[in-house]
């Protein structure tokens, strides 16, 4: 098996595809010269190349385990994940302050790209370790951050997040873990929560884990909650793992994929913690958390999508069946309908890595400028890069599968572990169904950001040179227009629910369609991925305007 990260795509994207597009001034790296930024990415990828990679089938056919109450994580992890704590990758984005190397949130969209690329399972470690850094940045007391950060940024601890409870799913208002004060700062607490990712491992000293909780006077919903830091270990007076928390593993759960990764049933019996942010603020507080971890899960899929494909492509070229008119060689790859599967996935894997490129880089504008532009632009392109690259993730798995024919339902070969793997990323962070209905009932306001992005789609259009491919995304963008205004000024929540999926997908193809125009200027195989866009994936985009706006009265005129 072998894997190529994606380098060259970063350094594409920063260089000539964002700069060029309106109201995209600087580039994704514009705090960095291009030789600092070119040497972190080939770094990041060497380490995903030459490090990651080795584990991803070790850690699929010889899954974590749970003994004696502690995780056991699979052969070659503990070593992969010092290579990437010695370079200091935990901490890239983290504040220089604790040890962070405070870089730009795009340069990290780009490691997560290459560490899920390799390994998907490992991935998900450092991704929710980051998270959880930049919640305690931004919530956390200045004791809290002097005891953990530094610890957390070094990659010594590791973090998780503490949301779903056997009754509580995405429903996060039927919350009932309790928190008890103890004093101003420190509480009990008691519960139970699910699905924890990395909930434990046998790598880090320590392990952070930030649960949303109840106080014994919180109000009913999700307004009453309230976030804390439970650690594994309670740090002693020099700062290192002390007594043992009340804090037990009580199982992990036999998964579809993502077999190394350890996902938990957690119990809470009167375990330690300290409060996070104010009390009944936990929700928002926890959201910095999720909403970066949504957008780290989008890059997953485009990640794994991107190895999947690469794969399916190297084994068309060299798979010889049968003869065509074009092939010279007879390989797979030569078949028309091979080729258009081929060509496909890679023009959805640009739109959907083009798309979370551009949210990382609205959350560092944010962070640089006072202007609320670039957070409201970013709350709009979260949902859209979780759910668009998530969904890629899943759709090229599958066809890279069928590339392979049989030999892809055959385990050895590593194609279906794409798959397997690649499912989770639509489902967990809050499923896709949730990202769309985030983004028709929160973010679609009559003028805001999601018209702005139309505007300067329309402004490249204009400015575009290839005038056959700017009049298809044109046509796109008029539908997506028309479809935003109808939603927005729909009165009726179940007529919007009822048309979020199709509208999110319609807005990703749009905006990735802009960026494969601009893409299109600088040669002729950037033209030709764009035209196959254009032409073949684009075209989606008009049946998903005409649904979204079908409202729900024959969905609910059906009898179940």
């Not at 009932?176 to 700062?185: F, G, H, I, K, N």
């Not at 006077?217 to 020099?238: C, E, H, I, M, Y």
């Not at 640009?350 to 798309?355: D, E, L, Q």
């Not at 609320?372 to 709009?380: F, M, N, R, T």
């Amino acid at each position: 098996m072998s894997y190529q990260a994606p380098v060259g795509e970063y350094q594409f994207l920063d260089q000539q595809v964002f700069p060029n597009i309106p109201q995209i001034e600087n580039g994704l790296f514009s705090t960095l010269e291009g030789d600092e930024v070119l040497s972190v990415l080939e770094t990041a990828g060497n380490i995903a190349e030459k490090s990651i990679l080795p584990i991803q089938q070790i850690g699929d056919t010889h899954p974590s385990r749970l003994e004696n109450g502690v995780v056991r994580t699979p052969p070659g992890f503990a070593e992969a994940y010092s290579t990437v704590t010695e370079g200091g990758w935990i901490g890239l984005t983290a504040d220089p302050e604790y040890g962070g190397l405070g870089l730009p949130i795009a340069l990290r969209c780009a490691f997560t790209d290459a560490m899920n690329g390799a390994c998907m399972a490992f991935g998900l470690n450092p991704m929710l370790t980051q998270c959880q850094i930049d919640a305690i940045e931004q919530h956390a007391s200045d004791d809290i951050k002097a005891l953990y950060l530094r610890k957390l940024i070094a990659g010594e601890w590791s973090g998780t997040m503490n949301i779903s409870e056997p009754q509580a799913g995405s429903d996060v208002g039927a919350i009932r873990t309790l928190a008890t004060p103890v004093t101003e700062d420190e509480y009990l607490l008691s519960g139970e929560k699910i699905y924890i990712s990395w909930a434990d491992s046998d790598f880090v000293s320590n392990v952070c884990h930030l649960v949303l909780a109840r106080l014994p006077d919180s109000p009913r919903g999700s307004k009453g909650l309230t976030l804390f830091l439970a650690p594994k270990f309670v740090p002693n007076d020099q700062g290192e793992p002390g007594e043992r928390n009340h804090i037990q593993i009580l199982s992990l759960e036999h998964k579809m994929g993502i077999h190394a990764s350890p996902t938990a049933v957690v119990r809470y019996d009167q375990a330690r913690a300290w409060l996070i942010g104010e009390p009944h603020c936990g929700l928002a507080a926890m959201f910095t958390m999720m909403n970066n971890a949504r957008l780290g899960v989008g890059i997953q899929g485009v990640g794994v999508a991107d190895a999947a494909w690469q794969q399916a492509r190297d084994y068309a070229l060299q798979r010889v069946q049968g003869k065509t008119e074009r092939g010279q060689n007879g390989s797979i790859a030569s078949h028309p309908n091979v080729r258009r599967s081929l060509a496909k996935m890679q023009a959805m894997i640009f739109a959907a890595r083009s798309i979370c490129a551009l949210c990382a880089y609205s959350l560092d504008r944010a962070k640089e400028e006072s202007e609320c532009h670039w957070q409201e632009l970013a709350a709009v392109l979260t949902p859209v890069a979780k759910a668009f690259g998530s969904d890629i993730g899943l759709e090229v798995s599958s066809a890279a599968l069928q590339v392979h024919g049989g030999a892809g339902y055959v385990e050895q070969t590593g194609a279906s572990q794409f798959l397997r793997d690649a499912m989770i990323a639509t489902i967990y962070e809050g499923t896709n169904d949730i990202q769309s209905l985030d983004l028709v009932n929160r973010r679609l306001a009559p003028s805001g950001a999601i018209f702005d992005l139309l505007n300067g789609i329309q402004s490249t259009i204009a400015a575009s040179s290839h005038s056959d491919l700017a009049s298809l995304l044109k046509e796109a963008e008029t539908c997506v227009r028309s479809s935003a205004k109808t939603l927005a000024d729909a009165s009726s929540f179940s007529f919007r629910a009822a048309g979020a999926n199709s509208f999110l997908r319609a807005l990703a193809l749009v905006i990735g369609g802009q960026c494969h125009l601009v893409a299109a200027a600088h040669d002729k195989d950037r033209y030709a991925l764009a035209e196959i866009f254009m032409k073949r994936c684009l075209p989606e985009t008009h049946h998903l305007c005409s649904e979204s706006v079908l409202g729900d009265d024959d969905l609910f005129a059906l009898h179940l």
